[in-house]
């Protein structure tokens, strides 16, 4: 059986996003995991202006790494492009799958991969978890919603057969990697497996993911277990786009994949809100017969902000 699984972290830090401190914990829970694997650790620099290669160089030198291998890369990221992670991981995928940043014995032996962002957490089994019951194809995980303080606020589970979710808890078979990627080529003249959007490019993958399985006849499976820390904080990237611009980019990704749009779209909202937020947006609804993010963060953060502190104010 092989015996590598390879992992991608994005990272763009710089000194107001202070990435480099929520990193820290990132990168302990990649080398404290208990693995039956080997792990391949790459994190693929963005263009930060903060010294990445030095904390991961200082880092390296501090900790026992046991089964972990980390390496780093770091890309050359152009005016021009659109803030999104994109970039980085398909440049992982492609180092990898190339086998630029392997030794012949982890080329030969490279099990899967999957991907954390820079301010999540791996549970301490969470490689176990998602490498459990991998075959031809990909699977996915629960997700636990925690803030910086480690309280778990909401548990999203990964549907087995509904709308697609957790899609940062992807873990795909190198085969079918590889056939994604050219699926994704072909079919949307895609270069690379994540699309160039600023929100929801990993909703994005995994569409194309289910299309490409489905096609070619490749295996799904869903695993009801957490193998994710998504870690909620005031310096995300994720925060500061959402409330104008989420609905927008989820629909324009609904319309490339062919997804009736008011039904799911209300689903992905549900899926990714944690239940007290829900509550809240449920009244926002029935107040202003519409369910807009920037009503919710912007137009009553005033008058909702007890409720919200412990979810956004962290």
């Given at each position: 059986m092989k015996h590598h699984v390879a992992i991608i972290t994005p990272i763009y830090a710089t000194p107001e996003n202070e990435r480099l401190e929520l990193f820290r914990y990132t990168i302990n829970s990649v080398v404290n995991?208990?693995?039956?694997?080997?792990?391949?650790?790459?994190?693929?620099?963005?263009?930060?202006?903060?010294?990445?290669?030095?904390?991961?160089?200082?880092?390296?030198?501090?900790?026992?790494?046991?089964?972990?291998?980390?390496?780093?890369?770091?890309?050359?990221?152009?005016?021009?492009?659109?803030?999104?992670?994109?970039?980085?991981?398909?440049?992982?995928?492609?180092?990898?799958?190339?086998?630029?940043?392997?030794?012949?014995?982890e080329e030969n032996n490279i099990y899967g991969i999957t991907f954390l962002d820079s301010d999540d957490l791996l549970p301490k089994e969470g490689i176990n978890t998602r490498a459990?019951?991998?075959?031809?194809?990909?699977?996915?995980?629960?997700?636990?919603?925690?803030?910086?303080?480690?309280?778990?606020?909401?548990?999203?589970?990964?549907?087995?057969?509904g709308f697609p979710r957790n899609h940062l808890t992807l873990f795909f078979d190198i085969d079918f990697l590889r056939y994604l990627k050219d699926y994704v080529g072909e079919k949307y003249e895609q270069d690379g497996i994540f699309a160039p959007y600023a929100f929801g490019e990993d909703l994005d993958a995994h569409l194309s993911a289910v299309e490409a399985a489905r096609y070619g006849g490749f295996e799904i499976n869903y695993i009801p277990n957490v193998s994710l820390y998504y870690v909620k904080h005031s310096k995300s990237i994720t925060n500061d786009y959402m409330p104008n611009n989420c609905k927008e980019e989820i629909s324009r990704i609904f319309e490339k994949h062919k997804i009736q749009e008011s039904k799911n779209l209300e689903a992905f909202l549900k899926s990714f809100l944690p239940k007290k937020i829900r509550k809240i947006a449920r009244e926002v609804r029935d107040r202003f017969n519409n369910l807009k993010f920037n009503l919710l963060y912007y137009d009553l953060k005033n008058e909702l902000e007890e409720e919200l502190e412990d979810l956004l104010i962290l």
């Open positions: 995991q208990d693995s039956d694997f080997k792990i391949i650790y790459l994190v693929v620099d963005d263009g930060s202006s903060s010294d990445v290669e030095g904390f991961i160089r200082d880092f390296a030198r501090s900790v026992e790494q046991k089964k972990t291998k980390i390496r780093y890369v770091k890309r050359d990221r152009k005016p021009e492009e659109i803030c999104t992670p994109s970039y980085a991981r398909n440049l992982g995928i492609e180092l990898i799958l190339r086998g630029e940043i392997l030794t012949r014995e459990k019951d991998l075959k031809k194809g990909f699977t996915r995980s629960d997700i636990a919603i925690c803030n910086r303080k480690g309280k778990v606020l909401n548990v999203i589970k990964a549907s087995k057969n």
